[in-house]
């Protein structure tokens, strides 16, 4: 489950993504790093904020769709820098993108589209938290695809209880949307 840059490139070019047209649009990156044992993607623990539906999870780096933004490639490009300080136009290759996903907060489909784009960060360095992060890190795709992070995140939907797929790595679960785009993103580093 470890791909090249350029192959991974290759798989999802041959995917039959479109870029949702009407409605809401947000963006998010999964950035990359090939790292001695495993391919690993940049996570971030959002900030506690109230009115925010995703406050306090773990999320791709990633927003609305604003308009001073060429196109969602620009979203993801500016939402890194701003929330983790990430310069995906300087120090990344894009890679490509995954099929957008319809968002879901607390059980409502939402009219937002988000669509995750995949980047190759080449020389990360330090990254810089913006207000909207409370920390940053790095999760390992091997690790995750191997299923030595399972685990299993109770949610209340109202009055059911649901418990979700998701993963736990250095105390923090990834469950919901990015567990989602990440599950995507194994499939393809799997071929």
């Known amino acids: 489950m470890r791909p090249t840059p350029d192959e991974l490139a290759?798989?999802?070019?041959?995917?039959?993504?479109?870029?949702?047209?009407?409605?809401?649009?947000?963006?998010?990156?999964?950035?990359?790093?090939?790292?001695?044992?495993?391919?690993?993607?940049?996570?971030?623990?959002?900030?506690?904020?109230?009115?925010?539906?995703w406050s306090g999870q773990v999320s791709l780096p990633g927003g609305?769709?604003?308009?001073?933004?060429?196109?969602l490639v620009a979203t993801a490009v500016r939402e890194t820098r701003e929330e983790v300080g990430l310069d995906l136009a300087g120090g990344a290759r894009l890679l490509g993108q995954l099929p957008h996903i319809r968002a879901i907060?607390?059980?409502?489909?939402?009219?937002?589209?988000v669509t995750p784009f995949v980047f190759e960060a080449r020389a990360p360095g330090a990254l810089q938290l913006g207000a909207e992060a409370t920390a940053a890190f790095w999760l390992p795709l091997g690790a995750a695809a191997a299923g030595a992070l399972e685990h299993r995140h109770e949610y209340r939907l109202g009055?059911?209880?649901l418990s979700l797929p998701a993963w736990r790595f250095e105390e923090r679960v990834v469950w919901g949307l990015t567990y989602q785009v990440l599950a995507g993103l194994i499939e393809v580093l799997r071929g």
């Open 159 to 161: 009055p059911v209880p």
């Open 10 to 53: 290759e798989r999802l070019a041959r995917l039959d993504v479109k870029t949702p047209r009407r409605g809401r649009r947000s963006a998010v990156a999964a950035a990359l790093r090939w790292s001695a044992g495993d391919v690993e993607v940049l996570l971030m623990q959002r900030a506690e904020r109230a009115g925010d539906r």
């Open 105 to 113: 907060a607390k059980g409502k489909l939402l009219p937002m589209s």
């Open 64 to 71: 609305g769709h604003q308009p001073g933004d060429a196109d």
